[in-house]
Every structure is written in C-alpha cells, then in structure tokens.
C-alpha cells in the first residue's frame, strides 16, 4: 500500500499550521531523524510556506545515539559542551517554534548499562533544564510522529516490515485524524472545541481534590492546587499570543496536583516503556503524597531507579483526564510512545509539573511555582491508570462528590 502524497502533505500542512502554527517571521527548529528527510522537505517547505524566517534542522540519529552510549564514556557523554549551551542560550533569545517529529526506535537504547544512562541524562538535565525553563510558554511547540520500520516492527512483530509500516501509518493518521478526503484542521477545531469546553467546566468547578477508583485495587485521593487551570488540547503562547497544539495527538485534559498531597494505590493498566525498556504490571503505593512503594511483575529495578531519579520524582506533576474512547485506545496496540499511549487513557505522571496552569504562571521561575504547590524534578514520567471500570470523583471544599468519570468516561 504506502502511503499517499496526498496524505503526507495534509499531515505536513497540520503539523505547521495547527499544531506550531508558525506565525510570519518566526524561526523554526524542527528535530527530525535523519531517514525522515523526504518527509522533513515537506514540513520545511509548508514552514516557509506559512512565512517563516528561517527553519534549523537538528538531525537526530537512533544509531548515532546507541554507538555514543556504547562506546563513550559516561563523563564524556554526561558533559553539555559550550556550543550546546550557547545554542541553549540563542534559543531562549530566538523563541522558535519547535516541532519534533519522532519516529525512534523503541529499542534504540536496549542493552546500554541503565546506570550510565540515567546517570547522563541526569546531569544533562540539570544543566539543560534552566533554560527550559525559561522558554517555557513563551514559545509554540509541536510534537508529531513519522513511522520508522524499527518502531513499527516493535509494535507489529509478525508482521513484515512493509506490512507494519502501513498498520503504524494508519494507526498514525486515524489517532491525529488525517484521511483522504476530510479537513482535518477543521476536524481538530472541533476537536480541541471539544475538549476546551470540559476543561471550562472542570475549571468552574474548582474541585478540591479527586478521588479514583476501581476493581483493579486502584483506590487514590490526590490535592489540586486551589485556582491552578485544567488545560487541555491547546496552549497559547504568552509572548505573541499564538494558539497552538503541543501533542499530536492529543486526547487529554490535565492539570498538575499539589506535590505532596496524594493518598493510595494507582494500578497501572498499561506497560511503560522507559529508556527502552519495559515496565510491566505494576502498582504504586503513595503516602503523604510521595511514592512509598510500588509492584512491578517486570521491571522492578528500573521502576525504583525512575522513582528515585531525584528528590522530587516521587511526587507527582500530573493527573490526566483521557475517556476510554480515545481514537489511541481503539488502536488497540501498545505505541511504544508516550505521545500517542499516555493519550489512551486517564493518566498520571511522576515528576515535574505544569507552571504554566498557575495563573500567571508562565511568568513565574520554578521556584515561585514550587511555592505554589508544582512539582519540579528532572523527569516527567506518565502511566496510565484509565482501567474501563474507572470511576473518579471530584470533591468540593466542602465535601460533596461530583461524579467526572464513570466507567471510564466522562460521566
Ligand atoms: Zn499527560
């Protein structure tokens, strides 16, 4: 089969124009691997198209990664160079719009010591984080995915490599809704319409916290910061005003929690890839609002490792709202992705929080935001909790339940 021009450029099109929607006069970066050229050509030229200044392209390599991490060093690896940091430092002067299209292999990085590399993404982190910080909300990013055979073949093992391609292409394209003969800015206006009106009502409703419950042994009570927004779909960037879709796709509604105020036992009800690897079957037990203990049938180790990457990363950043309909759970198929698995289903994430859902947040430092009640730690680690039984509850201050999901939809 393979897929049609036809279709390669209207995802293009969305990509640029509804998910960065690059403004007249802007910079663009887009990441992209290196056997996505052809398809890099197509997201250039619809940038230029929609009037940008100047496109930068950052290659990005899964085998260049993998022979880094397998033969150099750690010390060398963890170490940010100068030019790194000075590219750092221009983009927080230039404010790009960013667009990632990923396509990695989910095993891009199987087989390197997990030690070394959290270790180097750790220090990395650290060095890098301040200035996302500082871009953060004042710029327009997208992320978007392009099929590679690796991450296809993960996800369709018997299938050959061609036939996988087309299955992750159609999978793809139905999740971001793009078909031969539909709109589809026209359908994600609907869309994100959509999902902005239930976040409005959650917003009116100002619940103090949310409670969780299922059959599986989920069973959760988790603060929400008093005022902080329910955001969903879009983000506007405060700079200029542009209103664009950070993930695509994108299903969910979520807001970041108080750190630190969250009680019981979330039961995963779906794998998680993480630095390639997979943890599966898994539970975690919270106490006064961090991470006590958790219960992995596989992965045990690598679950505490990510629990522990820092002294915040047992708390958590988020809590997601994803009705079990999402076009993602109709797939049926395990992505090896959080940009399509953590839209799913109702999710959460350990580690850093939104600063953005603060009023006034996005001219806030991390700091003033942690006051506030945002968690911040160098990971961001969703898992999805969204079980078809799922029941949450929304709990006014004065302690009234309002019923937000039944079944594993909106109620
Ligand atoms: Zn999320």
Redesign the pocket.
């Known amino acids: 089969m393979g897929i049609s021009q036809n279709l390669l450029q209207k995802y293009a099109e969305l990509i640029v124009r509804t998910g960065g929607n690059v403004q007249p006069g802007q910079i663009v970066t887009l990441a992209v691997s290196v056997e996505q050229h052809a398809f890099a050509a197509l997201v250039i030229e619809e940038c230029y198209k929609a009037g940008a200044k100047k496109v930068n392209v950052e290659w990005i390599s899964d085998a260049q990664a993998r022979l880094n991490y397998l033969y150099a060093d750690q010390e060398a690896l963890a170490k940010v160079l100068p030019w790194e940091e000075a590219k750092m430092k221009q983009m927080v002067e230039d404010l790009p719009v960013r667009i990632f299209i990923s396509s990695d292999d989910p095993d891009a990085l199987a087989g390197v010591d997990p030690e070394k590399l959290s270790a180097v993404m750790q220090s990395r982190s650290t060095v890098m984080k301040p200035y996302r910080n500082a871009i953060d909300g004042k710029h327009q990013w997208v992320i978007a995915a392009y099929p590679s055979v690796k991450w296809a073949k993960k996800c369709f093992p018997e299938a050959s490599e061609e036939a996988a391609v087309d299955q992750l292409w159609k999978a793809i394209l139905k999740t971001v809704r793009v078909r031969e003969e539909n709109d589809p800015v026209a359908e994600w206006k609907a869309h994100t319409e959509f999902i902005e009106k239930k976040a409005a009502w959650l917003n009116e409703q100002q619940f103090a916290s949310l409670r969780y419950h299922s059959e599986n042994g989920t069973d959760f009570t988790v603060d929400l910061i008093p005022g902080a927004k329910w955001e969903g779909a879009g983000a506007i960037n405060s700079t200029n005003g542009a209103f664009y879709i950070p993930n695509m796709p994108t299903e969910?509604i979520?807001t970041s929690p108080i750190a630190g105020k969250c009680e019981g036992k979330l039961v995963a009800v779906k794998p998680l890839s993480w630095n390639s690897q997979l943890i599966e079957n898994f539970s975690i037990t919270f106490e006064g609002g961090k991470a006590v203990s958790c219960q992995a049938e596989k992965g045990q180790a690598l679950l505490e490792k990510m629990i522990a990457m820092d002294e915040n990363s047992c708390m958590l950043g988020?809590v997601?709202l994803v009705p079990k309909e999402s076009p993602v759970n109709q797939c049926g198929f395990l992505f090896y992705e959080t940009l399509f698995d953590?839209n799913a289903c109702c999710?959460v994430?350990l580690g850093m929080g939104f600063k953005e859902v603060l009023p006034g947040g996005d001219d806030m430092t991390m700091e003033e935001a942690q006051a506030q009640g945002i968690n911040d730690s160098i990971i961001h680690v969703?898992f999805m909790i969204g079980a078809d039984d799922l029941s949450i509850d929304g709990i006014r201050p004065d302690g009234t339940a309002v019923p937000i999901f039944r079944e594993g939809t909106w109620a």
């Open positions: 969910e979520f988020e997601a953590e999710h994430a969703d």
